[in-house]
C-alpha cells in the first residue's frame, strides 16, 4: 500500500495513503479530543472537538474526517484551537447536568474528562436546560436525555454497525433527541437489544439496566464518586487502589463467533460485561445474550455441593464421598460389561483443555472410544 | 471471519445468522451495507437477514441438494464456472461426473421440488458465480438433515466450481452453534478420532499416544451421542458420565432419550445447574462455569482464544479438569498434566495443528491480533484461510449427489412440515439464559409460528394454546400466527423445556455424520 508522510506537532509520521489526520495521530499517540468519533462507525464530524490547523489549509479541519496527505503539516494544539475546544465544551455543558457523583458514566464519560482537562466545573452559558423523565420501559436499555450531547453515535451505531435503525432523531431545534419512532417502548420497534448503543454513548445518556438499575452495586457508586471527586477516570482510580484485576478478558461462552469479553467483577459477583473496541470478531459489539445473558454465573440455582441420589432423592454430599462412588460404580461397571459398555459425553462448552482431559479420561482411563459431545445437536 | 465483509457476494443457507450468530451477521450486513456484496439467502422461513438479502430462495425443508444442484446446473448451461480453478486444483473428472448429473437439475424441475421459482434460482447462480469473490455460509439448516453430508459436499461442490476456495471473502464457512464445538473436536472429544482428527483405528497414531500416556487404548472406533443413547435404550451402555451436556432437552425425540437414561445402570452428570438430564443421574458433581476458570476456546473460525477466570467458583464446585484428574486417581490413573496451561503444552505436543499454541504465546498477543489453527510451532503466524494453494487432501474432490428426500414426508395425517431451531434471545437448552431475567422478561417462553393460512384451516389462534403432535409425541405451545412460514411449514424453537421442540423431533441420522434430522418431522396442529 502507498504510503505517505506528515508532520503532526513536529513529529514527521508515516501512514498508508487514505489514512484520516486523527487515525495518523492516534497511531503515533497524539491526543485529539472527540466525542461523536467510534472506531468502528465511518466519521460524522459533528462535535468538531477534533479540529486542526493545517499549513495552507484554508479553514480549520475535522481530523476525524479530514484525509491526509503528503506532505501536510499538522497542527493539534495550540491556543486558539484549545480556546475552540474549551468553548465547544462549554456550550455543551449548559445543558448537560454536571453534578458527576452519581451518574453510572462518571469515570468513564468523554464528556467529564474533557470537562476536567478544560477545567470546566459550570458553563459561563446559562439559558434554558432541559428536564426530560428517564426512559426506562424495556429491561436493558435506559435511556436519559438530560445528559444526551446530540453526538448521534447511538442512531449511527444502530444504522451503520447493527443494520436495524431503532432510533432517529426526532423533533428539532432545542426540543431534538434521538428517539424511537412515535417514542414508542424499545420493545415494541425492531430492536434487537443488542447494547451497541450502550457501548458506544460517550455520556450517561444510554446505560446498561441490568447493571445500572436492577443490578447496582454500592461499591461501584463509590467508584463513581470517587473518579468525580478526585477527577480520575475508572481505570486510574481501580490501579491507584490496586484493584486493576476487577476486569478480566475472557472469551464468550454462547456461540461460536468468538467474541472477547471484559468481564468486571466487584465481591465475586458480575458487575457489568463489556466489549474491547477494535478488538477479536466482535470489534467491541455484542448482541443481548453477550453483553446481558450472564446473570446465570451468579445465579441462585447453581450447584454449590456433590448430590447423591439416595431412594429416589438427592442429598448433598461430600466430594470424596461421590467422588469414591462414581470411581467405584464405574470401575464395577467396567469390569463387569467390559469399557466399552460406558459412555462418556463432553461438552461443546467446556474448554479445550477440560475436554481433551475428559477424552483422555474415556480412553486411557475407562478403555473406551465411548467418548463424544454435542456437536451434532 | 474478518474476511467476510470483503465477499461480493454471499449465500447464506440454512442459517439464521442474525439471531444464532449475531456478531458473524453483523459482518455479513456491513458487507451488504456497505461494500456492494450481493446476499442470497436461501431458508424456508423469513428471517431478518432477508431485509438485507438481494434474492431470498423461499425453499421447502430439506431440498438444499436440489436447490444448490439447480443453481449448478445453471453455470453450467451458461458457461459461468471458473474453468482454470477447476483444471488446475481439482479432479477433472469428477468435474465430469457432477456436470453428468447435473443435466438432470433444471431450474424448472429444481423449482417442483423446492418450490422456488425458476428465475430466482437462475439469478441467485448468475449472481454468485460473477462475483468476484463468493463466500457460503452454512449452519446446522444444513447439517440437521438426514442428508446433511450431501448437503454439505454439495455446497463444496459449488464453491469449488465457481473457484471460490482459499482467498479471503471466500469458502465454505460451517456457524458452529457452540462456543467450543470446535475445539472440542479439535481435542479429540470424538468417538472415532484422537486430538487433530488423527483416526483411532491408526495403530500409529495409536502409539503416539500409548507412548505419552502410558496405556494401551482402544482400537475399534466408539460410539456418537445419538448412538450411546440407542445402546443405552438398548441395555449395551450401562453407565454413563455427562459433562456439561443436557441431551434431555437437546436430542431428538426426548422421550427416546428419557427411557434410555433412565435405562442405564448409574448416571453421573456434572454441570453448574440441576439440568433435567442431571435430575434422572444417581450422582450429580458441582462444576465451575467458563467465568471461573482457566483455559482456551476455539471459535467457528478456528481461533483460539484464552478463557480466563474472573470469580470464584461458588461453595464447592470445582473446575471440570480437577474433578476429572481426581476421579481419574481414584481409579487408578495419574493425569500427568491437570493444570490448564500445562494441559494446553500436552495438547501441543500430540497435536500438530495446536503445535505453536500455547497460553504463554496468547497471553501475550497484542490486542486485536489473532491465533487461528494450524499454527504447527511457536514461530508460525497461524493459518486464517485454508486451502490457499492446494486442498488438504491434493486435488479437489467433487463428490456429487442426488436430491433425496426427508426421512418423513407430510402425509394425509401428519400435514405440516415441522422445523426446529433457535431465536436470538435464547441459547441451546436454556441452562444459561433462561435464568436472565431481562432476557425472560422480553421472550417468555416458546411460540409455534405458523402461517395465517394454516391457522384458519386447523383453527389455531395467535396467542392461544395449540397441540402439536408428530409420531414420536406432543406438546402444547402458544401460537404466533406469522407469515413469515411459509403455508405447510411450522417452526419451533428447541430452547423451552415446558414446550420442548425435541419431544416432537425425528431422531432418524444421516448415515454418515449421525446428525439427526432436526430441521424436517411431519406434524399436525390443533387449538388446546
Known amino acids: ?377 | 471471519m474478518d474476511d467476510i465483509e470483503t465477499a461480493k457476494a454471499i449465500l447464506v443457507i440454512g442459517s439464521n445468522t442474525t439471531e444464532c450468530h449475531p456478531i458473524i451477521g453483523l459482518r455479513i450486513k456491513k458487507a451488504v451495507m456497505q461494500n456492494d456484496c450481493k446476499l442470497i439467502v436461501a431458508e424456508p422461513k423469513h428471517i431478518r437477514l432477508c431485509y438485507y438479502a438481494d434474492k431470498w430462495l423461499q425453499l421447502k425443508p430439506g431440498t438444499d441438494v436440489a436447490l444448490i444442484n439447480g443453481m449448478m446446473n445453471v453455470m453450467v448451461e451458461e458457461g459461468l464456472a471458473d474453468d482454470p480453478f477447476i483444471n488446475d486444483r481439482c479432479e477433472c473428472d469428477r468435474y465430469d461426473e457432477l456436470k453428468a448429473m447435473l443435466k438432470d437439475y433444471t431450474p424448472e424441475k429444481v423449482s417442483e421440488i423446492t418450490g422456488v421459482p425458476a428465475d430466482d434460482i437462475r439469478e441467485a447462480a448468475r449472481t454468485f458465480a460473477n462475483a468476484d469473490n463468493a463466500a457460503i455460509i452454512y449452519a446446522m439448516g444444513i447439517t440437521q438433515h438426514t442428508t446433511g453430508t450431501d448437503n454439505v459436499m454439495t455446497l463444496a461442490n459449488l464453491a469449488m466450481m465457481t473457484g471460490n476456495i482459499g482467498k479471503p471473502g471466500t469458502g465454505v464457512n460451517p456457524l458452529r452453534g457452540q462456543n467450543n464445538v470446535q475445539g472440542a473436536c479439535d481435542v479429540g472429544a470424538l468417538p472415532n478420532v484422537l486430538t487433530g482428527y488423527k483416526p483411532v483405528t491408526d495403530p500409529e497414531t495409536r502409539e503416539k499416544f500409548e507412548k505419552a500416556w502410558g496405556v494401551k487404548l482402544p482400537e475399534e472406533p466408539g460410539l456418537t451421542a445419538t448412538e450411546m443413547m440407542s445402546a443405552a435404550a438398548e441395555g449395551k451402555i450401562k453407565a454413563m458420565y455427562i459433562v456439561g451436556e443436557n441431551p434431555m432437552l437437546s436430542d431428538a425425540n426426548l422421550h427416546h432419550a428419557e427411557k434410555a437414561l433412565k435405562n442405564l445402570d448409574f448416571l453421573v452428570v456434572e454441570d453448574i445447574f440441576l439440568t433435567e438430564t442431571a435430575q434422572l443421574a444417581d450422582v450429580v458433581l458441582p462444576a465451575a462455569s467458563f467465568a471461573e476458570k482457566e483455559g482456551t476456546f476455539s471459535a467457528t473460525d478456528r481461533r483460539v482464544q484464552r478463557v480466563r477466570k474472573a470469580l470464584d467458583a461458588p461453595g464447592e464446585a470445582r473446575p471440570d479438569n480437577e474433578i476429572v484428574a481426581d476421579l481419574a486417581k481414584r481409579m487408578g490413573y495419574e493425569m500427568a498434566n491437570v493444570e490448564p496451561a500445562a494441559v494446553m503444552d500436552e495438547i501441543a505436543s500430540l497435536t500438530p495443528q495446536y503445535g505453536g499454541i500455547s497460553h504463554a504465546r496468547l497471553d501475550a498477543l497484542p490486542d486485536g491480533e489473532r491465533l487461528h489453527w494450524p499454527c504447527p510451532d511457536a514461530d508460525h503466524p497461524g493459518t486464517p484461510i485454508l486451502h490457499t494453494e492446494v486442498f488438504t487432501r491434493g486435488k479437489g474432490w467433487f463428490a456429487p449427489a442426488e436430491w433425496q428426500a426427508p426421512a418423513e414426508q407430510p402425509d394425509k395425517e401428519y400435514p405440516l412440515t415441522l422445523t426446529t431451531g433457535r431465536v436470538l434471545w435464547q441459547y441451546h437448552t436454556g441452562t444459561m439464559t433462561r435464568k436472565s431475567d431481562g432476557i425472560n422478561e422480553i421472550d417468555p417462553h416458546g411460540h409455534v409460528w405458523i402461517s395465517p393460512d394454516d391457522a384458519e384451516k386447523y383453527g389455531v389462534e395467535n396467542g392461544k394454546k395449540a397441540v402439536v403432535t408428530t409420531r414420536r409425541g406432543d406438546i402444547d405451545i402458544e401460537a404466533m400466527v406469522t407469515e413469515r412460514v411459509p403455508n405447510g411449514v411450522i417452526f419451533i424453537p428447541f430452547h423451552y423445556v415446558e414446550s420442548a421442540a425435541n419431544i416432537l423431533t425425528n431422531d432418524v441420522v444421516d448415515p454418515v455424520s449421525k446428525v439427526p434430522e432436526f430441521k424436517v418431522s411431519a406434524a399436525k396442529v390443533k387449538a388446546k
Open chain 1, 1 to 377: 500500500m502507498e504510503q505517505i508522510k506528515v508532520e503532526i506537532d513536529g513529529l514527521a509520521c508515516e501512514a498508508p495513503k487514505g489514512s484520516t489526520i486523527l487515525d495518523i495521530a492516534r497511531a503515533n499517540g497524539i491526543d485529539i479530543p472527540t466525542l461523536c468519533y467510534d472506531p468502528r462507525l465511518s466519521p460524522y464530524g459533528a462535535c468538531r472537538l477534533c479540529l486542526v490547523e493545517v499549513e495552507g489549509a484554508r479553514a480549520l479541519l475535522p481530523a476525524c474526517c479530514a484525509k491526509a496527505d503528503d506532505g501536510m503539516v499538522i497542527q493539534t494544539t495550540n491556543e486558539k484551537l484549545e480556546r475552540i475546544r474549551k468553548t465547544l465544551v462549554e456550550l455543551l455543558v449548559s445543558d448537560h447536568p454536571m453534578e458527576c457523583q452519581g451518574c453510572s458514566k462518571s469515570g468513564r464519560c468523554e464528556l467529564q474528562r474533557l470537562a476536567d482537562k478544560y477545567g470546566i466545573t459550570e458553563s459561563s452559558f446559562t439559558g434554558e436546560v432541559h428536564e426530560y423523565d428517564l426512559h426506562r420501559e424495556n429491561p436493558f436499555v435506559m435511556r436519559d436525555y438530560n445528559k444526551c450531547i446530540m453526538c448521534g453515535r447511538c442512531i449511527r451505531i444502530c444504522r451503520e454497525v447493527q443494520g436495524v435503525g431503532v432510533y432517529d432523531f426526532v423533533n428539532r431545534g432545542f426540543k431534538a433527541v434521538p428517539g424511537t419512532p412515535y417514542d414508542r417502548p424499545m420493545q415494541e420497534t425492531p430492536c434487537e437489544f443488542c447494547g451497541q448503543c450502550i457501548s458506544t454513548c460517550p455520556t450517561g445518556a444510554i446505560k446498561a439496566r441490568p447493571y445500572e438499575d436492577f443490578g447496582r452495586v454500592a461499591a461501584l457508586d463509590m467508584l463513581r464518586n470517587a473518579c468525580a471527586y478526585f477527577k480520575m477516570p475508572e481505570e486510574d482510580m481501580m490501579k491507584a487502589l490496586g484493584l486493576e484485576s476487577w476486569v478480566t478478558r475472557t472469551t464468550c461462552a454462547y456461540c461460536g463467533c468468538g467474541c472477547q469479553l471484559d468481564i468486571h467483577v466487584i465481591d465475586n459477583k458480575i458487575v457489568e460485561i463489556t466489549s474491547p473496541v477494535m478488538v477479536g470478531s466482535g470489534q467491541g459489539n455484542l448482541c443481548v445474550k453477550g453483553r446481558f445473558g450472564y446473570d446465570f454465573v451468579s445465579s441462585s440455582e447453581r450447584l454449590t455441593r456433590p448430590l447423591i441420589k439416595k431412594k429416589g432423592k438427592f442429598e448433598e454430599a461430600e466430594w470424596d464421598e461421590a467422588l469414591s462412588l462414581v470411581a467405584k460404580k464405574l470401575g464395577d461397571t467396567k469390569k463387569k460389561s467390559g469399557p466399552d459398555s460406558i459412555g462418556v459425553l463432553s461438552s461443546a462448552r467446556a474448554t479445550n483443555e477440560d475436554n481433551y482431559l475428559i477424552q483422555k479420561f474415556a480412553r486411557a482411563v475407562i478403555g473406551t472410544n465411548n467418548v463424544d459431545h454435542c456437536a451434532r445437536l
